[in-house]
T-cell receptor
């Protein structure tokens, strides 16, 4: 059974600081996704990582994937308050009939303080 | 706004009852996915339909069932409801199935079972 673990689960940081969220998964996969969720809201797609060594950047967020280590990171640079949200990584495994099923990590609740 | 719509937004019902959640995918998307988000279980994949056919199945209870109609909208039926079924139910959609693509999430239906 695929397991996806994120750490930390809770992160409180000051504006302007840098930090990294880690996502480890237990079964080989080359499809990893990062989503953002604001309180009471839906999930917003941030990054799609589809190969070993993939790196994607958008604004103050950068995501990377190491399929050999089964590890993805989400790096936050010079955090601002607007980044406060819960961040989920999700790993996709093919279903038996070429379906798709995302397995999510527990989520990292990020709070950026002034 | 992802383009995925879900109705109703909120649903309050009693134990033992049956409810139907509805999802309309983004225009042109053939796959629909259902997820359950609760404090206890986190985000869990329930089931995927592609162009009317079931493609992947997760930890969906026997009391739950889903279908996708010819117009590609989908319904999730929850019966013999229990208190533990209270959760946020998300629908997501994507263009195809089994391909490395983002799933776009709807706003969710919040179900409260009393």
């Amino acid at each position: 059974e695929l397991k996806v673990e994120q750490n930390p689960l809770f992160l409180s940081m000051q504006e302007g600081k840098n930090y990294t969220i880690y996502c480890n998964y237990s079964t080989t996969s080359d499809r990893l996704y990062w989503y953002r969720q604001d309180p009471g809201k839906s999930l917003e797609s941030l990054f799609v990582l589809l190969s070993n060594g993939a790196v994607k950047q958008e604004g103050r967020l950068m995501a990377s994937l190491d399929t050999k280590a089964r590890l993805s990171t989400l790096h936050i640079t010079a955090a601002v308050h607007d980044l406060s949200a819960t961040y989920f990584c999700a790993v996709d495994l093919l279903g038996e009939t070429s379906g798709s099923r995302l397995t999510f990590g527990e989520g990292t609740q990020l709070t950026v303080n002034p | 706004d992802s383009g995925v719509t879900q109705t109703p937004k909120h649903l309050i019902t009693a134990t033992g009852q049956r409810v139907t959640l509805r999802c309309s995918p983004r225009s042109g998307d053939l796959s629909v996915y259902w997820y359950q988000q609760s404090l206890d279980q986190g985000l869990q994949f329930l089931i995927q339909y592609y162009n009317g056919e079931e493609r992947a199945k997760g930890n969906i209870l026997e009391r739950f069932s889903a279908q996708q109609f010819p117009d590609l909208h989908s319904e999730l039926n929850l019966s013999s409801l229990e208190l533990g079924d209270s959760a946020l139910y998300f629908c997501a959609s994507s263009p195809y199935s089994g391909i490395k693509e983002t799933q776009y999430f709807g706003p969710g239906t919040r179900l409260l079972v009393l």
